[in-house]
């Protein structure tokens, strides 16, 4: 017997006639009002652009502001007739504000018009202004060079009366966090106090503690700037943005409900982070100039390898800025798009609609890229699509999950690429781990124990055997081995360490390589294959920095097994 389940039934239709009405506004916007599109069902409104435009106003002309970047508001409008855009355009342009027109559904419009009870929550319940002013926040920096200066600004900042010193709090703490580089803040609930900690330089940092009270405020005061919901108690997240002088600092935020309160990670996404060139990442010069020959040919696949904040999108992002021309059409598929690359098409995947990692690719290719960028390969049909279109005169970048440049035939072949059709697309694998570097202000000579030297010797004499000169990488062979270690000081935090470098290792497919791709070779046989390139393994990478002084002995044990064969 078949139920009927009207209440699913209902809901099915009522998702039809949304995703209907999307895609009528969508073609409406593109052939009769010639304006970009816009869904806002998945973007976070923000607080400063509703607080441009009161909401009887929004609500009575069917528009909704959504983004503010420094003068600009971006605005969704429903039915934009030449009238009301000249109107609109007279009253925003009189407050010094300049619009950009979008066309959306009545359910955007509904969304974001939604935004306003919990902005007018927010300001009945005196939880301080919405706005995080980039000016103040230089201010602030200009207080900071270390973790106990935020610790200290903190502390005066929570004495009186504590309802009106969040807003100052945390801008305390965003302006602290984007003054020493840290990359992430994390706001932990405990049973009887809250934490904060920062992320530098990969490795967290306590900062301080504060009573549970000021928890609930911050939290309230961190979702409201990131467009979530007040009251709900459920994984969250959301976004908002500072403009840092003529850069847009985004901020993204996750919420996630744990036993004593919602833990929040701000992760803050600097454009000056990662906008590093390809000479500063770290790469041994013979390497370099491989990279630097492979990623101008006019077709091949470049592969990029290791875990998860190993730096495998700023490599890449290097790797475009290095070949960047007007002359060139290069296109991105990311998720999400964490920076933005003047000159470069850049696209999100959402897989909710179905724009996925393939679809993206499929879409980009009928755009006649010369370069292609696809955050990721994750099954089957996107690897097939990216060799194939590596074979049809396209240069492709990606990133796979292999713990090493040998990693990637194999793996390419457990996701069904044809060997011998991959012999001709894949041009170069390369592997990476991050690495602290030692600062340079603390770091003492240190004298190794039996272990450090044993393993030190054996890699040593690993790159002499593979025909590779030690005086090549700056090391004298016939000196004693030196080391380094860290002391800690004001410059570097007192973690001994100042910033990241990359520890690399690659494999090109030459006709060694590709005689033996079709017979499914193990990581073994290619690393034994690969060893007359002339190429340092990540594990002889590491120990070239360490004779250097660049990092710690046991920073790269930390990420490299050294005893690896």
Same mark, same amino acid.
């Given at each position: 017997?078949?139920?009927?389940?009207?209440?699913?039934?209902?809901?099915?239709?009522?998702?039809?006639?949304?995703?209907?009405?999307?895609?009528?506004?969508?073609?409406?916007?593109?052939?009769?009002?010639?304006?970009?599109?816009?869904?806002?069902?998945?973007l976070g409104i923000e607080?400063? +652009?509703?607080?441009?435009?009161?909401?009887?106003?929004?609500?009575?002309?069917?528009?909704?502001?959504?983004?503010?970047?420094?003068?600009?508001?971006?605005?969704?409008?429903?039915?934009?007739?030449?009238?009301?855009?000249?109107?609109?355009?007279?009253?925003?342009?009189?407050?010094?504000?300049?619009?950009?027109?979008?066309?959306?559904?009545?359910?955007?419009?509904?969304?974001?018009?939604?935004?306003?009870?919990?902005?007018?929550? +927010?300001?009945?319940?005196?939880?301080?202004?919405?706005?995080?002013?980039?000016?103040?926040?230089?201010?602030?920096?200009?207080?900071?060079?270390?973790?106990?200066?935020?610790?200290?600004?903190?502390?005066?900042?929570?004495?009186?009366?504590?309802?009106?010193?969040?807003?100052?709090?945390?801008?305390?703490?965003?302006?602290?966090?984007?003054?020493?580089?840290?990359?992430?803040?994390?706001?932990?609930?405990?049973?009887?106090?809250?934490?904060?900690?920062?992320?530098?330089?990969?490795?967290?940092?306590?900062?301080?503690?504060?009573?549970?009270?000021?928890?609930?405020?911050?939290?309230?005061?961190?979702?409201?700037?990131?467009?979530?919901?007040?009251?709900?108690?459920?994984?969250?997240?959301?976004?908002?943005?500072?403009?840092?002088?003529?850069?847009?600092?985004?901020?993204?935020?996750?919420?996630?409900?744990?036993?004593?309160?919602?833990?929040?990670?701000?992760?803050?996404?600097?454009?000056?982070?990662?906008?590093?060139?390809?000479?500063?990442?770290?790469?041994?010069?013979?390497?370099?100039?491989?990279?630097?020959?492979?990623?101008?040919?006019?077709?091949?696949?470049?592969?990029?390898?290791?875990?998860?904040?190993?730096?495998?999108?700023?490599?890449?992002?290097?790797?475009?800025?290095?070949i960047y021309s007007p002359?060139?059409?290069?296109?991105?598929?990311?998720?999400?798009?964490?920076?933005?690359?003047?000159?470069?098409?850049?696209?999100?995947?959402?897989?909710?609609?179905?724009?996925?990692?393939?679809?993206?690719?499929?879409?980009?290719?009928?755009?006649?890229?010369?370069?292609?960028?696809?955050?990721?390969?994750?099954?089957?049909?996107? +690897?097939?699509?990216?060799?194939?279109?590596?074979?049809?005169?396209?240069?492709?970048? !990606?990133?796979?999950?292999?713990?090493?440049?040998?990693?990637?035939?194999?793996?390419?072949?457990?996701?069904?690429?044809?060997?011998?059709?991959?012999?001709?697309?894949?041009?170069?694998?390369?592997?990476?781990?991050?690495?602290?570097?030692?600062?340079?202000?603390?770091?003492?000579?240190?004298?190794?124990?039996?272990?450090?030297?044993?393993?030190?010797?054996?890699?040593?004499?690993?790159?002499?055997?593979?025909?590779?000169?030690?005086?090549?990488?700056?090391?004298?062979?016939? +000196?004693?081995?030196?080391?380094?270690?860290?002391?800690?000081?004001?410059?570097?935090?007192? !973690?001994?360490?100042?910033?990241?470098?990359?520890?690399?290792?690659?494999?090109?497919?030459?006709?060694?390589?590709?005689?033996?791709m079709p017979q499914n070779?193990?990581?073994?046989?290619?690393?034994?294959?690969?060893?007359?390139?002339?190429?340092?393994?990540?594990?002889?990478?590491?120990?070239?920095?360490?004779?250097?002084?660049?990092?710690?002995?046991?920073?790269?044990?930390?990420?490299?097994?050294?005893?690896?064969?």
């Amino acid at each position: 017997m078949v139920t009927f389940d009207e209440e699913k039934q209902n809901k099915q239709l009522d998702d039809l006639r949304r995703q209907e009405e999307e895609e009528l506004v969508a073609t409406l916007a593109e052939s009769k009002y010639k304006l970009p599109y816009i869904d806002l069902s998945r973007l976070g409104i923000e607080n400063e +652009a509703l607080r441009a435009i009161p909401e009887k106003d929004a609500r009575e002309l069917k528009i909704a502001p959504f983004k503010l970047f420094g003068k600009n508001i971006f605005i969704a409008i429903r039915s934009p007739s030449d009238d009301l855009l000249a109107k609109l355009k007279d009253q925003i342009e009189r407050e010094n504000l300049v619009p950009i027109f979008y066309m959306a559904s009545t359910a955007s419009l509904e969304k974001a018009w939604s935004r306003y009870k919990e902005l007018s929550l +927010a300001e009945s319940s005196k939880i301080g202004g919405l706005d995080i002013s980039g000016e103040i926040l230089r201010e602030t920096a200009k207080k900071i060079k270390t973790i106990k200066d935020i610790e200290k600004l903190i502390e005066n900042a929570t004495e009186g009366n504590l309802i009106h010193k969040i807003s100052r709090m945390l801008e305390i703490i965003l302006a602290g966090a984007i003054a020493i580089k840290a990359s992430d803040i994390h706001i932990e609930p405990e049973e009887a106090r809250s934490r904060l900690r920062l992320r530098l330089d990969g490795v967290l940092h306590d900062v301080i503690f504060f009573e549970n009270n000021i928890y609930h405020l911050l939290n309230s005061r961190i979702k409201l700037l990131s467009g979530m919901k007040l009251t709900s108690k459920i994984a969250q997240d959301g976004r908002f943005s500072i403009m840092e002088e003529k850069e847009e600092i985004n901020i993204r935020t996750s919420l996630v409900p744990g036993a004593h309160g919602e833990s929040i990670v701000m992760r803050i996404l600097d454009p000056k982070s990662i906008q590093m060139d390809l000479e500063e990442l770290g790469i041994e010069s013979y390497l370099f100039s491989i990279i630097e020959q492979e990623i101008i040919k006019p077709n091949g696949l470049i592969l990029v390898t290791g875990p998860t904040g190993s730096g495998k999108t700023t490599t890449l992002y290097a790797f475009l800025r290095k070949i960047y021309s007007p002359e060139i059409n290069i296109i991105t598929i990311e998720d999400p798009i964490e920076y933005h690359l003047t000159g470069i098409t850049q696209t999100q995947t959402n897989n909710e609609r179905g724009y996925t990692f393939l679809e993206g690719l499929r879409s980009a290719l009928r755009q006649d890229p010369d370069v292609v960028m696809i955050g990721e390969i994750r099954d089957t049909e996107t +690897a097939k699509t990216v060799i194939e279109a590596a074979l049809t005169g396209h240069m492709v970048f !990606s990133t796979l999950h292999t713990n090493n440049a040998a990693g990637v035939i194999p793996r390419l072949i457990d996701l069904n690429a044809n060997p011998k059709i991959m012999v001709s697309a894949l041009s170069l694998s390369i592997a990476q781990r991050l690495v602290r570097k030692l600062c340079l202000h603390c770091k003492v000579e240190k004298i190794l124990n039996q272990k450090q030297k044993e393993i030190m010797k054996l890699i040593m004499d690993g790159i002499k055997e593979e025909g590779k000169s030690l005086s090549n990488y700056s090391i004298n062979p016939n +000196a004693p081995i030196k080391l380094f270690s860290p002391v800690g000081c004001e410059k570097c935090n007192m !973690s001994g360490y100042s910033g990241r470098i990359g520890i690399f290792e690659a494999i090109k497919t030459n006709e060694a390589i590709e005689k033996i791709m079709p017979q499914n070779p193990s990581e073994r046989e290619i690393k034994k294959v690969a060893r007359i390139q002339g190429i340092l393994s990540m594990r002889q990478d590491g120990i070239v920095k360490i004779l250097n002084g660049v990092t710690s002995f046991e920073e790269v044990q930390s990420v490299v097994d050294l005893l690896e064969e």
